[in-house]
């Protein structure tokens, strides 16, 4: 049986596991990498340190009001970034295993995006691509959505009459 490189992801964070079977025949994943992303986590406070620009809100007591203005073009470019870097762990991981074929589960905010940061070489790859959010699930639970998929039942052959 081919080796399948299972990757699970979000903009929070990345696992790899090797699924296969035993000798038994039952699914077994073997876990590989687990990434945390730390940009996801952080607050645009935390990155953003200059309060020169900042315009007051309403409010009575104006000594540190919160912005007014939006900050979405910088939520924008945070999530284009996770989601490049995302794209790259997979790369590497698909170029340390290249003889295994890859299953991808994302969550489906960031699923596409993924999909078409990766080179063509690598998303020919993918059998497989979920657009689940699987990455707190534990490994009873990916084995319950993945294990089937393995070994994949064929319909009994029907008697002739």
């Known amino acids: 049986?081919?080796?399948?490189?299972l990757i699970i992801t979000d903009l929070g964070s990345l696992k790899?596991?090797?699924?296969?079977?035993?000798p038994r025949g039952t699914p077994r994943l073997e876990p590989l990498e687990e990434i945390a992303l730390t940009e996801a986590h952080q607050r645009v406070v935390d990155r953003v340190s200059?309060?020169?620009?900042r315009r007051?809100?309403?409010a009575r007591n104006n000594?540190?009001?919160?912005?007014?203005?939006?900050?979405?073009?910088?939520?924008?470019?945070?999530?284009r970034r996770l989601t490049r870097e995302i794209a790259g762990h997979i790369l590497r991981l698909a170029r340390q295993h290249p003889e295994a074929s890859l299953w991808l589960a994302a969550h489906k905010a960031i699923n596409r995006q993924v999909c078409d940061a990766l080179p063509n070489g690598v998303r020919?790859?993918?059998?497989?691509n979920l657009a689940r959010d699987l990455v707190k699930a534990d490994t009873r639970e990916l084995l319950a959505v993945f294990g089937p998929l393995l070994n994949p039942v064929r319909p009994e052959a029907r008697p002739r009459r």
């Open 124 to 128: 020919e790859r993918v059998e497989l």
């Open 63 to 79: 000594n540190m009001a919160a912005p007014v203005g939006d900050d979405h073009n910088l939520q924008l470019e945070t999530r």
């Open 16 to 22: 790899a596991y090797q699924l296969g079977t035993t």
């Open 50 to 53: 200059d309060l020169a620009g």
């Open 56 to 58: 007051a809100a309403p």
């Open 1 to 5: 049986m081919n080796p399948k490189l």
